[in-house]
């Protein structure tokens, strides 16, 4: 099983500035089969970036994704508002599918 | 725009088996492949398996000795049941839809989730 660790575990910011989130790999993802979704508290998650750095319909071009083999990251340009809340890797290259433990975006 | 919605008890006691049943609309079941996610209360997310609309089906190793996930094309719908529960299987049940591809096991479209509680 392909353990996922996300850093941090929680990244306090202002909106307006950018933010780096990490996942890290156990072993490589094959294919960079890598997703990235968004969850806000009450609400399901939400699909933003699939195989490592293509955004899913709809997800605003402040939202990237880059990496392969073991390490992956999502990047946000510039934070909005509705950024706010916790990030999840998920990995689909093999079974079982896992996901990260997620970092959580708070307002500093 | 396909929508899931997920049904079923919001209480099950332990060591009984605990029944859902997602509801695929605006869209056929058909040439894709279905998942259940789960959340405990605060904590990150577990997949617990997947199934294709042929009827074929993949589990979490963790959790495939009580897992069975069906499917019912003709009412658009998935099953997930999962037997011998305890407290530790309380947590938000989602049904989701996997990419086009059969290599796109990310999770496209999401229903609501449904809070599922194992106590007596």
């Known amino acids: 099983e392909i353990v996922l660790t996300q850093s941090p575990g929680t990244l306090s910011l202002s909106p307006g500035e950018g933010a780096t989130l990490s996942c890290r790999a156990s072993?490589?993802?094959?294919?960079?089969?890598l997703a990235w979704y968004q969850q806000k508290p009450g609400q399901a998650p939400r699909l933003l970036i699939y195989g490592a750095s293509s955004r899913a319909t709809g997800i605003p071009d402040r939202f990237s994704g880059s990496g392969s083999g073991t390490d992956f990251t999502l990047t946000i340009s510039r934070l909005e508002p509705e950024d706010f809340a916790v990030y999840y890797c998920q990995q689909y290259g093999s079974s079982p599918r896992t996901f990260g433990q997620g970092t959580k975006v708070e307002i500093k | 725009q396909v929508q899931l919605q997920e049904s079923g008890p919001g209480l099950v006691k332990p060591s009984e088996t605990l029944s859902l049943t997602c509801t695929v609309s605006?869209?056929?079941?058909?040439?894709?492949?279905w998942s259940w996610i789960r959340q405990p209360p605060g904590k990150g997310l577990e997949w617990i398996g997947y199934i294709y609309y042929s009827g074929s089906t993949n589990y979490n190793p963790s959790l495939k000795s009580r897992v069975t996930i069906s499917v019912d094309t003709s009412k658009n719908q998935f099953s997930l049941k999962l037997s011998s529960v305890t407290a530790a299987d309380t947590a938000v049940y989602y049904c989701?839809?996997?990419?086009?591809?059969?290599?796109?096991?990310?999770?496209?479209?999401w229903g609501q989730g449904t809070l599922v509680t194992v106590s007596s």
């Open positions: 605006g869209g056929s079941i058909s040439s894709y492949y």
């Open positions: 989701a839809r996997h990419g086009l591809y059969y290599y796109d096991g990310y999770f496209q479209h």
């Open positions: 072993q490589s993802v094959s294919s960079s089969y």
